[in-house]
C-alpha cells in the first residue's frame, strides 16, 4: 500500500540556472581547502609513534601490542598525509 501512494518520476532536486551560475575564477574559496602544514603533520606522527613505543615498552598486559601497532599505525598515516602535503607543495 505504502509504495502505491508514492510518486511514479519527477525531478527530485531543483534545476540549475545557468544565468546564475558564477565561473570557477570567481567563487569564492571553500574553507577547508588548504593542505595542512607538513611540520604539524611530522610532529604529530611523531607524537603517535613515540605513544606507540611507549605503550609496547611500558604496558604490563599480555595485550600491550594491539595499542602499540595501533598507534604506531596512526603515526605511520600522519607521515603519509605530510608526504602527501610535500609532493602537493612541490608540484605547484
Do not use: H
Amino acid at each position: 500500500m505504502a509504495n502505491a501512494r508514492k510518486k511514479k518520476g519527477g525531478r527530485t532536486t531543483p534545476r540549475a540556472k545557468a544565468e546564475g551560475r558564477e565561473p570557477a575564477a570567481e567563487r569564492p574559496v571553500q574553507p577547508g581547502k588548504r593542505p595542512s602544514n607538513p611540520a604539524f603533520l611530522v610532529l604529530l606522527a611523531l607524537v603517535w609513534i613515540a605513544c606507540g613505543v611507549y605503550a609496547i615498552a611500558a604496558l604490563s598486559a599480555s595485550w600491550k601490542l594491539i595499542p602499540g601497532i595501533f598507534f604506531i599505525g596512526v603515526g605511520i598515516l600522519f607521515l603519509r598525509g605530510a608526504a602527501m602535503t610535500v609532493i602537493r607543495r612541490a608540484d605547484r
